[in-house]
């Protein structure tokens, strides 16, 4: 090679140095956020033990924040409408006394804590949805959600919509209900990585009067990265249509996925109608071809998981042993449930429960 001749610039290092400012904008605009969050907190204390020392207080509440929106804003610019101070004020009062255990978030015991020994994760924006959850249990639910996942704001109010916390709530006992509070939802065994129902209105199938079960599986695929949300935490997406044979017959699984928690094959079979036994005893045998031919030693056993538009819970419970702890079978939904209808539910189990 010629001694005056340049080789080509590494693109692995062209993308190693985009990565670091990347990460140092996102950083930055982290600690402005987080900043703003502390701020807010402290100016919300301050507004309201000002407001307590009005003889008055309501008339004075109001006359105070009025002159103080016209004081912030004439030297700091927008932002400080009257509105906004009755947030700011409303984020002091409800997380002045709610409390999460601090063990959860140790990855971050360097961030400050203010007066009440709070500490704060996430943007402005995400604690102006959360403060509007009335009950406590499930406003720390998706907070700790949001922190583990790196939700957005979109993706919070999408969960929220969804009845994420009725859904898991549901599918335990009460005892591990407050377990959902303090921890956010925990895989620790097969049946804490499946819902039911899955919400999937981001397929937009609601429009269409029919579809195949080709075109369900060809939205997911479209919709990846909303799936795996909807999925939880842990799971990659191995294949769609992947294909084995013995017997010289070929089986396709519609779709593969791994869940990294749970250390195992994770395969899905999508029905558009109502669940049939037949349909169980064709995952079955996908989880069995799975564990013997598939799965390394160490890994565990493979979870099974028909996705159907409807079902018979008990043709499922019939159709399946009684320790079942692989095959599931799980409704989907194409719209929002109502979060009225599933509150309801949840009351009435915890109810069932104490009787």
Known sequence: MDKNEINPINRDFLKGVSDVLARARKNAKTAVNLSMVYAYFEIGRMIVEEEQHGANRAAYGTQLLKELSAYLTKNFGKGFSVGNLKNIRQFYKVYSEDQIGETVFSQFENLPAVSTGRKFYLSWSHYLKLMRIDNIEERHFYEIESVKNDWSLSELKRQYNSSLYERLALSTDKDKIYRLAMEGQTVEASKDAVKDPYVLEFLGLPELPSYSETELERRIIDHLQQFLLELG??????GRQERFTFDEEHFMVD???YNRLLRCFVLFDLKIGELKHQDIGQMQMYVHYYDRKVKLPDENPTIGIILCRDKNN????????????QIFASKYETVLPSKEALQKLLQEQITDEDE
């Open 255 to 257: 779709l593969v996925f």
């Open 233 to 238: 935490t842990g799971f990659a997406f191995v």
């Open 314 to 325: 008990a043709v499922v419970e019939m159709t399946l042993p009684e320790n079942n702890s």
